[in-house]
């Protein structure tokens, strides 16, 4: 009697090649969620900013990836995704390097510069990884296989959020108060202000400085680390590469639902710190909440269910779980929105449960059974992260509704504005989750 041996999700010979690719996903999770939260701290070291302009944080960050993919795929196309990586890693440090004579001229547009910087390389690492990880073994096991590299993303996020919390948010004096609550910052000089600017602002720069040092050191091995050659077949032209792909209809679907999804995800992220700001708004000094343990605690659960997704896809139809992952999602948006206080902001922490699959799902059921081609079809899904630059900018404009505040406007007389603005997550997963219906059959 014949039994089927089971497929390894990774192979014993590939094992390392593997670890060291998905260190990678770990390394850009780290300036992910180190970026998130610099929205509201240029908000409190930068008050003139509106919620907007604050938010362009993210835009310059998220650009970076629109900007920077197809060129990536390009550049390892021709030479090898050995070399799209060393150039993405070197990239990512000069970006990094970047924040400090930024933090030495207090502009806010050196800044936003900087971090594109730093997305450019990202994008040449998240184009060669993606499908470099994929090509690492059996096709049957390929999308399990992004999703075990993708669960160390969030524990590259996890520290990125944790270095922003104890050595940037908690570390900034612009927003210290005195005992009735007041901001100190208002009733100082002028010489004073400029001083606590200037410490602010340095504070900002010195995680992205010893980010790029670590990178360099990374970049030092990925150099002696013999990458595997995959297969390319035979090498199609760039002009059959693109016919090929825009007649694939669940890959076109597949790039909206990941720029959908990503914008999801940056803005659950982004604006819990606003959310927070307005629940606190009614308590006393010594019961407000601290949205950067929130937020890490978002990212546990994130962790979480991107391993719990995992090990259900042996037995669940990938599609499925994206599908039912994100009705969850839009429940618990539409919980965010409705509810106040604290229950409305564990909904919101809860969103991240069923986002935590959604990138590597897509990525996978996209560029399923491709050849060649999945060089330049990752590239749009990696432009599609371009949704993380775009979403959050609207949301900060709903924010900006009635005045710099987060309640200033109240939607059918009892939503804050702040809570309302999620309704663009909400719309987002629901986009996902019909992606995840349609190629339930495919």
Known sequence: MNQSTPVPVVKKELLFPFIIITSLFALWGVANDLTNPM???FKKVMPELSNMQASLVQFAFYFGYFFMALPAALFIRKYSYKSGIILGLCLYASGAFLFYPAAAYQDYNFFLISLWVITCGLAFLETTSNPLILALGDKETATRRLNLAQSFNPVGSLMGMIVAQQFV??????????ASGALIYDTLSEAAKAGIRENDLGIISIPYIILGLVVLAIMVIVFFTKIPKTADHDKMSISESFRKLFANKTYIQGVIAQAFYVGAQIMCWTFIFQYVDNINEGLASDQQLTASWYNIAAMIIFLSGRWIGTALMKTINPSKILMLFGIGGVLLCAGAILLSGTIGLYC???????????????YGIALKDMGDEAKIGSAGLVMAIVGGALMPVLQGSILDWGGPGFSDVKILGFIPEVNFSFILPLICLA???NYGRMTLKN
């Open 348 to 362: 919101l922490v809860g969103v991240s449960l069923f986002m935590s699959i959604m990138f590597p799902t897509i």
């Open 431 to 433: 986009v996902v989750a």
């Open 39 to 41: 929205v509201s701290a």
């Open 169 to 178: 948010i908690s570390a900034l004096r612009s927003d210290d108060k005195d």
